[in-house]
């Protein structure tokens, strides 16, 4: 007997970079445990690292990040989360970020090295086959690029100007134009890194990977603005951790060492790499490498203002987590381990408790979750 749609587990599928191996390593998730049984391995190339799903869960796109830089655009098989590569086109500099913007009709890429931001056009078929229709120079070490969740705004960091750049996304053109100011600043040697932006827009996070603050934006919705709101500090005291030092020259791609300068101290530095935010707005969480941890936060419903409350050992060296679209479950990969780790998250506090861990290739990096009912 068929069984009632209305019963059927959600498909969920988990997608794992892995830059050494040169893989994206696939996953079927339970949708009641958040246990994972692997898949299979797609073979992309080496330095596949960042990666991103097309909001209509048709595609996934990822960047190689070893040369020639390009990218992927790769068929999502729905029913057993399979890849099959569709498209290839060039990409203009190594992009250590990929995004796409709400429509899914233009793919952001930021480049560290290349001090750089590019557009590229998605067709109507998902595919992404021609090279950059847009190139805009950045101050140093352009490290991430998003887009709010109304599509008409477009924010960038700069780890090594203490910047985050502000856009306006020309829906005619489908340009970036720079807004009005063209960028907010943070504190000095702070290295803006990853960015999310609150469920209701109204509030853009920025974790900063030399000194592990997450920056509280409030967003102008007119404007497509950013206002600081607080700055609060995500590696506590007791980790002895020093403020890290900003590049004086990009770092090379493909090191799997600190792309701060330790200077001659000797002393361990902040390294912080990836944030997440719960669908729900209520939970958000950072990793630091050094430390190798994840913190947590609560998030007012009210104002958007962050509660540090503590932090979880994880995976050696964390570089990406990822929370399902359920906000049941959070993944996290570690650089320098072979294993990811699966948490559940807790509904009233989101505490974080082990679901298992299991082998990943190597230099594990970017997550993508997708989930099919």
């Known amino acids: 007997m068929k069984q009632d749609s209305f019963n059927t587990p959600a498909r969920i599928f988990v997608y794992v970079s ?3 191996a040169g893989t994206i390593d696939i996953y079927a998730m339970d949708d009641a445990t958040g246990a994972l049984t692997p898949v299979s391995a797609f073979d992309a190339g080496a330095m596949v690292m960042p990666t991103v799903v097309a909001p209509d869960k048709k595609h996934l796109y990822a960047a190689i990040r070893a040369q020639p830089y390009r990218l992927l655009t790769l068929a999502i098989n729905p029913l057993t989360g399979e890849l099959v590569q569709e498209a290839v086109a060039p990409l203009p500099d190594s992009m250590a970020y990929i995004s796409t913007d709400p429509s899914g009709s233009l793919l952001l890429a930021a480049s560290y090295g290349g001090n750089k931001v590019a557009v590229l056009r998605i067709g109507g078929d ?6 950059e229709a847009q190139i805009i120079p950045t101050g140093r070490n352009a490290h991430s690029v998003v887009s709010d969740r109304s599509g008409r705004y477009v924010f960038a960091t700069n780890l090594g100007s203490d910047a985050v750049l502000q856009f306006i996304l020309n ?26 932006v609150s469920p209701d827009n109204r509030y853009v996070y920025v974790l900063t990977e030399l000194t592990g603050h997450v920056i509280h934006y409030a967003q102008d919705q007119a404007k497509g603005t950013l206002v600081e709101v607080e700055s609060v500090h995500s590696v506590p005291d007791k980790a002895g951790l020093f403020p890290g030092v900003a590049p004086p020259a990009p770092a090379p791609i493909g090191t799997t060492t600190s792309t701060v300068s330790q200077a001659d101290d000797s002393k361990p530095k902040v390294w912080a790499a990836d944030i997440a935010i719960t669908p729900n707005g209520k939970f958000l969480y950072t990793t630091e490498r050094t430390t190798s941890t994840i913190a947590l936060f609560h998030v007012d419903g009210q104002d958007g203002t962050l509660t540090y409350v503590t932090n979880n050992p994880t995976e050696r060296q964390p570089r990406g987590i990822r929370i399902d679209p359920s906000g049941r479950f959070l993944v996290a990969s570690g650089e320098k381990s072979d294993r990811l ?3 559940s998250i807790g509904e009233a506090d989101g505490e974080l408790s082990a679901v298992g861990r299991y082998p990943v290739n190597a230099g594990a990096n970017w997550i993508e979750i ?3 009912a």
């Open 341 to 343: 780790s699966v948490y």
């Open 18 to 20: 892995a830059a050494t």
């Open 126 to 131: 998902g595919l992404v086959t021609d090279g």
């Open 171 to 196: 829906p005619e053109t489908g340009r970036l134009e720079a807004n009005d100011p063209p960028h907010v600043t943070t504190g000095s040697g702070f290295g803006p890194r990853h960015i999310v």
């Open 370 to 372: 997708v989930t099919f």
